[in-house]
C-alpha cells in the first residue's frame, strides 16, 4: 500500500471526518475515500472517473500534462528505440527487462502457443460471413475457457500463467483468422520460425497458392504499433477487464469484456474511425468544412483521432507513431497518397486551431495508426484487431496484478439516484 503521509478533513454538517491521503511514487496524491460512506454516510459523485483511482498498481504511469507514458518507470521513448513487443510483454507481465535467457525461454513459451484447438475453425464457422473481425474476436477469445479448461481456475497462479501466455500467443492467430474467414480466403496457420509480428502479417496476407515474404520494413512496424498499444493504465478497456475479473470471472471471459469496451469509437474504435473519416473529407480542399463541424457543437461530429482523456499536451506514442509512419509510407513509396495528404493537411489546420489548441486537442496515437495499417494494406475493419492484439498483454498484466492483491474486492459503484421516490402501484386498467 502506498505511504500515507497527510489527512485531509472533510466537513459536513457541522461534523468532521479524516480523509488518509496517500502518496505515490509518481503523481498527485490521493484522498482515501473507503470508509467515508460507513462513516459520513455520503457517496461521492464522478462520473467517466475522471478524480477516482480505482486500484493500486505498478504497471503503468502517464503524466497527460508532461505527455510522459512509463511502462514499469521505462520510457515509451526509450522501449520504441531499443526494445521490442515480446521484451515490453515481459516488462509489463513480470515488472523487469528479461536477461537474454528469460526472453528466450518466454518468446519459446509464447510462439508455442500460437496455434489454436483444432475445433476452434468449426467454430468460426458459425459467424456470418460479412461479421466485423471484432464481433468475430468478442466470440472467440469468450470461447476460450470453452477450449481451455485446464488454465480456468484464478486463484491457481500456474493456470493464470498458462491462461496469460495462451492468450498474448492465440490473440493474432484469433484476430487473423477472422479476417481470413471475412474475406473467404483459407486460414493460414502460424509459421513458429517467424518473430511475433511477421508471424501476424504472414497469417493475414499470405495464401496457400503463393509464397509470401515478410516485409521486415513492415513487421518492424507492425511490432512498433503492437509495442505503443501495449499497455494504458487504467483506461476505459483496462478498468473493464479488472471490473470483470473483480467477480472472479475467468480470464478468457474478462479479456472478451476488455475487447468488446475497446471496440467503442471513442476508444481502440478511433482508428478506425479516423481512416473512415479520412476517406469521407476525400480532399485537402472538403477539411475546413470538416474543422467547422467539429467545432460545431450542435453536429455531434467529432475530430476521430484527435484529443484524449489523459494527454493534455502531446500524446507520446503518437510522436513515436508519426515518425514511423513517415518512415513506412517513405519506404513504400506510398507518401504521396491523397488520403496522407488529407491527414497531414488536417493535422496542420487542427494544431494552429484556436479551437484544438484551446481544448488541448492533439492527434492521438490512432491518427498515425490508421494510416500505416492502411498503408500496409489492412482494410480498416482490422484496426481495431491489430489494437487488441496488442492491449492483450495490458489487460492480462491488470488482471493478473488486481488478482494478487489482497485488498482486491469486488468493483460495485453506487449511484447518484434522481428518479421517483416511493410511488403505489397503479394497475394497468387505471394508467
Ligand atoms: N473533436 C472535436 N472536439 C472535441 C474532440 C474531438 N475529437 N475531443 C474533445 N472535444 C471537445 C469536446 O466537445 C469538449 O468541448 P467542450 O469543453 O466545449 O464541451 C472538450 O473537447 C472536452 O471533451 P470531452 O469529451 O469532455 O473529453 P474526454 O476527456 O471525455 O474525451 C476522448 C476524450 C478521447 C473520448 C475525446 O477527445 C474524443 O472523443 N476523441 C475522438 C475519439 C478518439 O480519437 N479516441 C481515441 C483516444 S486515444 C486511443 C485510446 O486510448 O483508446
Known amino acids: 500500500m502506498a505511504e500515507t503521509t497527510k489527512t485531509a478533513t472533510l466537513t459536513l454538517d457541522g461534523k468532521s471526518y479524516d480523509l488518509p491521503v496517500h502518496s505515490p511514487t509518481l503523481g498527485p496524491d490521493v484522498l482515501d475515500i473507503r470508509k467515508l460512506y460507513a462513516e459520513a454516510d455520503v457517496f461521492t459523485f464522478d462520473p467517466g472517473f475522471t478524480s477516482t483511482a480505482s486500484c493500486e498498481s505498478t504497471i503503468t504511469y502517464i503524466d497527460g500534462d508532461k505527455g510522459e507514458l512509463l511502462h514499469r518507470g521505462d520510457s515509451i521513448e526509450e522501449l520504441a528505440k531499443h526494445s521490442h513487443y515480446l521484451e515490453v510483454c ?40 460479412d461479421s466485423h473481425p471484432m464481433a468475430t474476436m468478442v466470440g472467440v477469445v469468450g470461447a476460450m475457457s ?30 487473423a483468422m477472422a479476417y481470413k474467414y471475412s474475406i473467404g480466403q483459407p486460414f493460414v496457420y502460424p509459421k513458429n520460425s517467424l518473430d511475433y509480428a511477421g508471424n501476424f502479417l504472414h497469417m493475414c496476407f499470405s495464401i496457400p497458392a503463393e509464397d509470401y515474404v515478410v516485409n ?24 473493464t477487464v479488472r471490473l470483470a475479473g473483480s467477480s472472479g470471472a475467468n480470464p478468457f471471459a474478462c479479456i472478451a469484456a476488455g475487447i468488446a469496451c475497446l471496440w467503442g469509437p471513442a476508444h481502440g474504435g478511433a482508428n478506425q474511425a479516423c481512416l473512415e473519416m479520412l476517406k469521407e473529407i476525400g480532399t485537402v480542399d472538403r477539411i475546413p468544412e470538416f474543422v467547422a463541424k467539429a467545432k460545431d457543437k450542435n453536429s455531434g461530429f467529432r475530430l476521430m483521432g484527435f484529443g484524449h482523456r489523459v494527454y493534455k499536451n502531446f500524446d507520446p506514442r503518437a510522436t513515436v507513431m508519426k515518425e514511423s509512419a513517415d518512415e513506412v509510407l517513405g519506404l513504400l513509396g506510398v507518401d504521396n497518397n491523397p488520403l496522407l495528404q488529407v491527414a497531414k493537411e488536417l493535422e496542420r489546420i487542427a494544431l494552429s486551431d484556436d479551437y484544438f489548441i484551446s481544448k488541448k ?10 494510416i500505416i495499417l492502411e498503408a500496409m ?55
Open 361 to 370: 486537442l492533439y492527434p492521438n496515437v490512432d491518427f498515425y495508426s490508421g
Open 146 to 175: 470453452a477450449f481451455y479448461h485446464d488454465s480456468l481456475d484464478i486463484s491457481d497462479p500456474w493456470q493464470r500463467e498458462v491462461a496469460a501466455i495462451r492468450m498474448i500467443a492465440k490473440l493474432p492467430t484469433i484476430a
Open 216 to 239: 521486415p520494413i513492415l513487421s518492424k512496424a507492425m511490432d512498433r504499433i503492437m509495442m505503443l498499444h501495449a499497455d494504458h493504465e487504467q483506461n476505459a478497456s483496462t478498468s
Open 377 to 431: 494494406g489492412f482494410p480498416t475493419s482490422m484496426f481495431t484487431p491489430i489494437f487488441a492484439i496488442s492491449r492483450t498483454v495490458g489487460w492480462i498484466s491488470q488482471w493478473k496484478e488486481m488478482i494478487a492483491d489482497k485488498n482486491q474486492k469486488i468493483g460495485r459503484p453506487r449511484q447518484l439516484y434522481v428518479g421517483e421516490t416511493h410511488r403505489s402501484y397503479v394497475d394497468v386498467r387505471h394508467r
Open 90 to 129: 515481459y516488462l509489463l507481465l513480470y515488472g523487469e527487462l528479461p536477461t537474454a535467457a528469460q526472453l528466450d525461454d518466454f518468446t519459446g513459451r509464447v510462439t508455442r502457443h500460437t496455434m489454436v484447438h483444432e475445433q476452434m475453425h468449426y467454430f468460426f464457422r458459425g459467424f456470418r460471413r
